[in-house]
């Protein structure tokens, strides 16, 4: 089931893999890696990190997307999940 992470329903997770401790969370300003795909709803891919070099940033620094931002600081080290934003958390109505 989807997890709404924003009070108006724009950004939701839903869990595919649960990391090996669901309380360990990044803490604020946490230096993370990521590995993800961007796609638009009808599966076109117009982003993504490869294996070989994660995606790093730091939370809470203004440097990724609010969507992004609000999905890693909710998810556990390990987790895998879908998460899906609504264009004013992403790249806007524009892309």
Not at 20 to 34: K, Y
Not at 36 to 63: I, K, M, W
Not at 76 to 95: H, T
Request: hydrophobic letters at 40%; one cysteine or more.
């Amino acid at each position: 089931a989807a997890e709404w992470l924003s009070d108006d329903g724009g950004v939701r997770k839903t869990v595919l893999k649960d990391g090996p401790d669901e309380s360990d969370t990044p803490a604020w300003g946490a230096l993370v890696q990521i590995l993800f795909t961007c796609s638009y709803d009808n599966g076109t891919v117009f982003d993504e990190s490869h294996r070989e070099e994660p995606f790093e940033f730091q939370l809470n620094a203004g440097t990724v997307v609010e969507g992004l931002q609000l999905a890693v600081e909710n998810m556990a080290v390990g987790e895998r999940a879908i998460v899906r934003c609504e264009p004013k958390w992403a790249y806007g109505e524009l892309g």
